[in-house]
């Protein structure tokens, strides 16, 4: 097995099977039948039974009604299969968390102040990673992050 592993040709075959088994499986079953025919559509309403058979004789179960109330009252944002639309893409791509930096440590000197942010000696006007130094002040550090400017405030434990 490991010798035909080796062999491109049938790799290639392989990865053909794959993507055929994904199609088939996943992929065709999401693409909508338009032609009216032939079509299979679930049937949801609340008055036919479930039924099962064994030796040709079926057997009549409780049928559970859904509760379309309850389904409806879902946040659409946080339901998974709420229809994926184009504003929640672009929503989705461009709001970017920022993972503001720490400040450990502020020296306010007679000529010159300085900061530790995020394990880096940095001054006003300097940058530590991806962030500017706005500001240093006594116990507070201004950064910006392209349009985005945040005090980051030195504790006694020198949190954030």
Sequence with gaps: MRGLLQKP??????AAAALFFVYTNLIEPLIPDNSGSG?????LSNNLP???????????KE?????WDALNQIDQN???????????????????????PTVTAIVI??????????GKVV????????FKIVKISANS?????????????????GGR
């Design 9 to 14: 040709w049938f790799v290639g075959l392989l």
């Design 39 to 43: 079509s299979i559509v679930a049937d």
């Design 141 to 157: 550090v201004r950064v910006r992050s392209g349009s985005h400017e945040k005090t980051l405030t030195l504790n006694a434990r």
């Design 63 to 67: 049928v559970r009604k859904a509760d």
């Design 78 to 100: 946080r339901n998974p299969f709420s229809p994926v639309t184009i504003e929640k893409i672009i929503k989705k791509l461009f709001s970017k968390k920022i993972n503001w």
């Design 109 to 118: 000197g007679a000529s010159d102040s300085f900061a530790i942010v995020n």
């Design 123 to 130: 001054q006003q006007g300097q940058k530590a990673g991806k």
């Design 50 to 60: 479930f039924i099962s058979g064994t030796n040709n004789e079926p057997e009549k």
